[in-house]
């Protein structure tokens, strides 16, 4: 399945309180996970820089990871940027084709 990176920024009233912060968090992913379950998450981070969160998932296409952006804004991001990634050694494969 291709995989994609989640940034997101929450707006400040989000992030001042841990328990609404993590139950926010809570109903986010479960709302995901019902509209979206054949997502496969591989990690979660709280960031530095003009991002708040990151996430990588699998997802089986790119409508799929849309709806989990969408999702993310209806759920109190104030900006959600999904990029599709590719591990290093694909990048790699792909190259070398190319320079033949």
Do not use: N
Not at 36 to 61: N, R, T
């Amino acid at each position: 399945m291709p995989t994609f990176v989640l940034m997101t920024r929450m707006s400040s009233g989000g992030l001042h309180d841990a328990g609404q912060r993590k139950s926010m968090g809570e109903r986010w992913l479960h709302k995901v996970k019902e509209s979206c379950p054949q997502v496969k998450w591989l990690s979660h981070y709280a960031i530095l820089g003009p991002y708040d969160f990151m996430d990588i998932y699998e997802a089986p296409d790119v409508e799929t990871a849309h709806k989990v952006s969408l999702i993310s804004r209806a759920s109190g991001a104030l900006y959600a940027e999904s990029w599709q990634a590719m591990p290093y050694d694909g990048f790699l494969k792909i190259l070398g084709q190319l320079s033949q």
